[in-house]
């Protein structure tokens, strides 16, 4: 909510110098990071800038949603170009900057605060992935009514997928990475189902009509 307050005021006054909000947040960012507790600066993980112990990632998570905002006007304007295999080549590239970052400084743990650069490639993850998304082949896959079927049921599922992540996430299974993403998020995402048909079964409790049981169990 306070990300959509804040969005309101860069839309009201500064949509023609959106790059100056961007260059903003960033300098905020790096100021926070300067002013934080050293125990975040000197330690990854759940207790570093991307730990749920800690809230310094609101302040840089915001930069995501901002890129989606200017996104989402881009493309009425000026649209833009997309090419699979560069933007593709780009993505995997910045995969590879985010983690290798990371890996090092969790071989050389006396350079952990090289963890705040790591905002940086995931934004380039952020905007390559949609742009991915985007391409022409990406279309006629989802053009599929299979393919089709499972975006949605993902998509439907965001806001439970979020609420409910936390008690399923676990580093019990890190060792088989990266079939843990698979066991992990199958999970987040069987569990969201549920709480969204209890949701819906909560929803026609109130209703003066019957209970529509095949509207409960729709997957999207």
């Not at 998570?61 to 996104?71: E, I, Q």
């Not at 965001?158 to 990475?177: D, K, M, V």
């Amino acid at each position: 909510m306070i990300y959509y307050a804040i969005l309101y005021f860069v839309r009201k006054y500064l949509i023609d110098r959106i790059k100056w909000a961007f260059f903003a947040l960033i300098i905020l960012t790096f100021v926070a990071y300067f002013f934080f507790p050293l125990n975040i600066k000197h330690v990854s993980g759940d207790n570093g800038i991307y730990g749920i112990s800690t809230n310094f990632r609101w302040i840089f998570y915001f930069g995501y949603m901002l890129l989606g905002a200017w996104l989402g006007m881009r493309v009425r304007t000026k649209p833009l170009t997309f090419k699979l295999k560069l933007d593709f080549v780009k993505l995997i590239l910045c995969f590879a900057a985010f983690y290798g970052i990371m890996l090092f400084y969790k071989s050389k743990p006396q350079f952990v605060q090289t963890e705040i650069v790591t905002i940086f490639p995931l934004a380039g993850i952020v905007y390559y992935l949609y742009k991915v998304c985007n391409s022409s082949a990406c279309n006629v896959l989802y053009s599929n009514r299979y393919v089709h079927a499972i975006v949605l049921f993902v998509g439907g599922l965001c806001l439970e997928s979020y609420l409910c992540q936390l008690a399923i996430l676990t580093p019990r299974y890190n060792e088989i990475f990266p079939l843990n993403l698979v066991f992990v998020w199958s999970g987040v995402l069987a569990f969201a189902y549920v709480l969204r048909c209890f949701a819906r079964l909560f929803s026609q409790t109130f209703c003066e009509s019957n209970y529509n049981i095949r509207e409960i169990l729709k997957p999207f």
